[in-house]
């Protein structure tokens, strides 16, 4: 597996981060853990952040998601209701109403 991910070329064009726009990017290792298959890690030489080139299983929410989850709890839904229509996890939910109500 680590051999097959050393021929994947890299897939991004310029560095990710948007503050920067470095071209050069290098292999940074592979990551191998339990739950996730093994992806080819890249580093940017100008800004020295790292990626994976695999996107987030868990990709960051935006207002508008945070928005609709409080919407369908003040409308009485349950949280699990809440976390399996909109395919995200109850912790996420959770977290959400957690944060709207400390504010
Ligand atoms: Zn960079």
Redesign the pocket.
Known sequence: MRQALLKTPCPFPT?P?PS?S?KTLVRNGVRTCKRYPPAQRWK?T??L?SFLDTPSAHPASNAEEQALVIRLHNEGLSLRGIARSLNRSLNFVQMVIKKSQSR
């Open positions: 560095c981060n920067c470095g940017c100008t800004c952040r």
